[in-house]
């Protein structure tokens, strides 16, 4: 059963940059798109981006522009560039390769002055 890991979360105040790191335990990188969701307070589960194993990729129109989601399968590793963070960014970010529907542990990202 393979296992996603997390990490790259953090405090950063609005306007800022934080990268997000989801590596896979097995050697051979899933086969499947890839996607991040986050989680916050008191709301449900969303959809943030997902890239299939080609590279391609696709966002929720609240981040368009600004986060850039990205995979190196030679590192079993998929990323989340966020720049230009906003409050509302604040939440838990999981990673989950779809077809397997395994999820990581998530990590949280805090948007504060």
């Known amino acids: 059963q393979v296992q996603l890991v997390e990490s790259g979360g953090g405090l950063v105040q609005p306007g800022g940059s934080l990268r997000l790191s989801c590596a896979a335990s097995?050697?051979?990188?899933?086969?499947?798109?890839m996607g991040w969701y986050r989680q916050a307070p008191g709301k449900q589960r969303e959809w943030v981006a997902h890239?299939?194993?080609?590279?391609?990729?696709d966002y929720t129109e609240s981040v368009k522009g600004r986060f850039t989601i990205s995979r190196d399968n030679a590192k079993n590793t998929m990323y989340l560039q966020m720049n230009s963070l906003k409050p509302e960014d604040s939440a838990v970010y999981y990673c989950?390769?779809?077809?397997?529907?395994?999820w990581g542990q998530g990590t949280q990202v805090t948007v504060s002055s």
């Open positions: 097995r050697s051979r990188f899933s086969i499947y798109t």
């Open positions: 989950r390769d779809h077809g397997l529907n395994v």
């Open positions: 890239i299939t194993i080609l590279g391609n990729a």
